[in-house]
């Protein structure tokens, strides 16, 4: 059967059988009410609700590397123990995937950029949940239904065990402790609840108000609704966690799905008859011919290094570079419209498809590359920021992945899939171990040592992570002299994470006026948060900062 959006390969090998966890309810509810527990689940449920608390406490209140690293470490860990008590082997293209998610877990302890932790996390928490279904389905490459894969992986299976945690640690019992612990998670459940219809009576009556305040004066309330709310959150990370792991080992819905289930839903998805979707593309691909056409001085001087006139490089690379990029987004959604929803006759995919494809895709890579070149223009005359830096990122990403869409079109057995995933895992470990914010601050300081830019963006240099501040400290004299002549507003961090300014209005306050004493700043903080050097570029600045602090001006 032909792939949603690319030709079937006929030489793509299928795994012979997978489990179906798209089964009805009626059949999860038997999985629910038949599953047996003993000590390896118990102590599984256990060490999961363990690692839920390090996500909550050490992800969400009080972030630092090596609690992100520990969560997903313990994570995989647990779970590899559990495949090994059950039996479950994993092919080479699992521990491949596996080893990945191993190298990434170090993201944690290499960089202090906040938003590079965020996205290396979800990218785990993805992968870990896809690495557990493939190891139990025994899937072989991403061909054949990877985004069902990834639907039943994230949502299906998880959810549809979540409540055998509680069991799994009472293994089953029907002790008078298996009820105990039900009361207990009935009351943890009611107190939101508890507390609404409470807020709510205290608004109708002044006595009750009153006796009710009385009441809540004798406690902490911040620390209560804290606390609370990390063992809800604790519960459901290691409720979810669990689920996903029984769930999938217990291979319980093997029977119900066969390689040909998900062809057959991605057949009743080709609703679109191909006259009306090529009657639909066709205005689109003249308007593009046209544009192109029309455009060639003005979208197009960008590749030879060139302003339209009148036009600045902020105007022309801003204008042009936006309309450019939306244009390339709806592109790629024509294109996997046209790919899911277009009827197909004999099972095979119509030669005009193909031809759609192609000119959609090609198109699109000539306004990516466009856009592209517009962006370098811009940063070579302004330097880089971290949005600069992201959007060609992304812009590279949709290129290398529409070449893959356009070489499935010529080959059939090319596998798309695979090749996507591995293009985006390069990608994506070329922006985590890249050192973003170093790169930027480098670079910056680079142009206006030279004398390619006549001015520093301090400001924007201070937004930076900590990242940056090894090329701002191995570029001391630079940077102090640069931070001495700026005239407008500076923003820091304080400790507690939050951003202000310092102005000449605030100077007068006590606010830094030099470099050093940011620097100075800086240490203290680091001393009086030591969570902070938890990583490999904390304790780099740390010490370059202490070299600094006895007169040395930083290696």
């Keep these: 059967m032909n792939d949603p959006i690319h030709p079937q390969s006929d030489a793509a090998p299928q795994p012979a059988a997978f489990p179906d966890y798209t089964a009805p309810a009626g059949a ?57 008590k059950r039996g479950v082997a994993m092919n080479a293209y699992q521990r491949a995937l596996l080893a990945v998610y191993c190298v990434f ?128 959150l604790t519960a459901a990370i290691g409720f979810y966690l669990f689920g996903l792991l029984y769930v999938n080992a217990s291979g319980a819905e093997k029977e119900q799905l066969s390689p040909a ?52 490089y902020a105007e022309y690379a801003r204008r042009g570079f936006f309309e450019l990029f939306a244009v390339a987004l709806i592109n790629l959604f024509v294109i996997l419209c046209m790919g899911v929803f277009t009827c197909r006759q004999a099972d095979r995919r119509p030669a005009a498809l193909t031809v759609y494809t192609v000119a959609l895709s090609a198109c699109t890579l000539l306004l990516l590359a466009t856009a592209f070149s517009k962006m370098a223009l811009y940063i070579r005359a ?18 290398l992945l529409l070449v893959a869409v356009i070489a499935k079109q010529f080959a059939p057995r090319f596998r798309a899939v695979t090749c996507m995933g591995a293009v985006f895992i390069v990608l994506f470990g070329a922006l985590c171990f890249s050192n973003v914010d170093g790169v930027i601050a480098r670079y910056n300081i680079r142009q206006y040592v030279s004398g390619a830019r006549q001015t520093l963006d301090v400001e924007e240099l201070m937004r930076l992570s900590d990242d940056a501040w090894i090329p701002m400290l191995e570029n001391y004299d630079a940077v102090a002299a640069a931070y001495g002549s700026y005239d407008g507003d500076l923003y820091f961090t304080d400790d507690a994470g939050n951003m202000f300014g310092y102005n000449e ?37 740390k010490a370059m900062l202490e070299r600094l602090r006895f007169g040395e001006k930083a290696a």
Aim: aromatic share 14%; proline share 3%; charged share 20%.
């Design 505 to 541: 209005a605030d100077a007068v306050e006590g606010a830094p006026r030099t470099f050093d004493e940011v620097c100075r700043d800086k240490l203290a903080y680091y001393r009086n948060n030591p969570e902070k050097t938890f990583s490999l570029t904390g304790l780099r600045v």
């Design 28 to 84: 999860r509810r038997a999985l629910r009410d038949a599953a047996q527990f003993d000590k390896t689940d118990a102590v599984a449920a256990l060490l999961l609700l363990a690692a839920g608390f390090v996500f909550v406490q050490f992800m969400l209140w009080h972030p630092t590397g090596l609690g992100d690293a520990a969560f997903f470490l313990l994570t995989v860990g647990v779970c590899l123990c559990y495949f090994r």
């Design 105 to 232: 877990c170090a993201v944690f302890l290499l960089t202090a950029d906040s938003f590079v932790r965020t996205l290396d996390a979800i990218f785990l928490i993805l992968l870990g949940a896809y690495v557990v279904f493939a190891a139990c389905a025994g899937r072989g490459d991403a061909e054949g239904g990877f985004g069902l894969d990834m639907a039943n992986a994230l949502f299906a299976l998880p959810f549809s065990g979540f409540l055998l945690s509680p069991r799994a640690l009472l293994r089953g019992g029907k002790s008078k402790k298996r009820t105990l612990l039900y009361v207990a998670l009935g009351l943890l459940a009611a107190v939101p609840v508890t507390f609404a219809a409470a807020s709510l009576l205290r608004a109708a009556d002044n006595g009750f108000d009153a006796m009710l305040g009385r009441l809540l004066d004798r406690i902490d309330l911040d620390s209560a609704a804290e606390l609370i709310a990390k063992l809800l």
């Design 382 to 399: 302004y330097g880089l920021t971290r949005l600069r830096v992201y959007v060609a990122w992304f812009m590279a990403l949709l290129a």
């Design 261 to 312: 289930a998900y062809a057959q839903r991605r057949e009743r998805l080709h609703i679109a008859p191909p006259a009306f979707v090529y009657a639909a593309a066709t205005p689109l691909l003249l308007l593009y011919a046209a544009f192109i056409a029309l455009q060639l001085d003005y979208f197009f001087s960008a590749f030879a290094g060139r302003l339209p006139a009148g036009f600045s």
